[in-house]
């Protein structure tokens, strides 16, 4: 299985670059993983909040294929423990699936037609962050997932 991280825009603080960095590095000795930045649109102050929504949907959508299991990440989504998100991700593994993509939108998230597309939604927690910072701390979930499902002493019960 290989895993793609589909993000609306670029990781612009050095310190969460580095931090995703870090994991996405350590990411590597367990699954084939693609880090995509589609980039942020131009002269957004002209357009509506659902304007914006609209083009950047059109341009995750055009990254996507029939294939692709789309996993989005929303605060209407599932909230799961980082156990349960482990035993998903090898659910997802041990089934068909060959390619996962994880959606990261953009500051005001996704438009209908996004939400049409994805197979699942998963909040990571019921606080709103960033979506700058919520890279950092999904890949950071991602890599403690696959140390669950392992058996490695990263995550402690």
Known sequence: MKITLLLVGKTEDAYLREGI???LNRLRHYVRLDFVEITELKNTKSLTQAQQKAKEAELILKRLLPSDQVILL???GVQLT????AEF???KQLGSVSNLVFVVGGPYGFDESVYQRANDKLSL????F???MARLFFVEQLYRGYTIIKGEPYHHA
């Open 125 to 128: 927690s019921k606080m709103t």
């Open 74 to 76: 929303d605060e209407k």
């Open 82 to 85: 980082s156990a349960q998100f």
């Open 89 to 91: 991700i090898d659910k």
């Open 21 to 23: 960095s870090k994991y």
């Open 130 to 132: 960033s979506h700058q």
